[in-house]
């Protein structure tokens, strides 16, 4: 007789996959916007103070978006000149601190090197992070640190916009330059399968 004891094998239950929910950070709102704004204004004025020298208020705009948390944009030169900072406010809502410490004099300093320097300096332009702006930096006590890491977890980045175009055989996606070429009549492009023009896809409704 088998005195062996059948193995009873117990159900295989699967572990339990318990989605992963990012939050999505929330912009700034306007009361941490005048925030900002103020504390770009101080570093302007101390700036001023430093340099001996007056400098005026610029735009700010909170229409930043993806990995870049400021940036100083100018547009023309010399008196035409059209300066500006732009800040991202979902990386600031999410590292309000360290920007407002941080990002605001960064950009700040970029826009007194150009006012003062006018990007060139004896004839050479002057680098995005050479000497002169790293001077202003020490000069506001801030780390001169030309970069930094964040974690985008919940921020939207960047997209790039789509448009769908057919021929006989299958549906194309162009990018915003091309479609914009196809709109002005500067470009037509054509299938590589079935050699013909491709027409955008008009949408129904």
């Not at 059948?6 to 306007?30: L, N």
């Not at 302007?44 to 100083?72: C, S, W």
């Not at 890491?149 to 194309?172: A, V, W």
Request: aromatic share 8%.
């Amino acid at each position: 007789m088998d005195k062996t004891a059948d193995k009873i094998s117990s159900p295989t239950v699967s572990p339990r996959v318990v989605p992963v929910v990012v939050p999505i950070v929330v912009p700034i709102g306007e009361r941490q916007q005048q925030q900002v704004v103020e504390q770009t204004i101080h570093f302007i004025q101390l700036g001023g103070e430093l340099l001996e020298r007056h400098f005026d208020n610029i735009p700010v705009h909170f229409d930043l978006k993806g990995r870049t948390a400021g940036m100083y944009k100018v547009k023309g030169r010399g008196r035409r000149a059209q300066r500006q900072i732009r800040y991202n406010p979902w990386l600031f809502a999410k590292y309000y601190e360290n920007n407002l410490m941080v990002t605001v004099p960064h950009e700040v300093a970029h826009y007194l090197v150009d006012c003062v320097h006018n990007t060139k300096w004896k004839g050479r332009r002057v680098r995005p992070h050479g000497a002169e702006w790293k001077k202003v930096m020490d000069a506001f006590g801030v780390d001169n640190s030309t970069t930094s890491t964040f974690d985008l977890e919940g921020i939207p980045t960047r997209g790039h916009q789509q448009f769908d175009y057919h021929c006989s055989c299958k549906t194309h996606q162009l990018g915003i330059r091309r479609h914009n070429k196809v709109c002005r009549g500067e470009a037509s492009y054509l299938c590589r399968y079935c050699g013909e023009v491709l027409k955008q896809v008009l949408a129904s409704g």
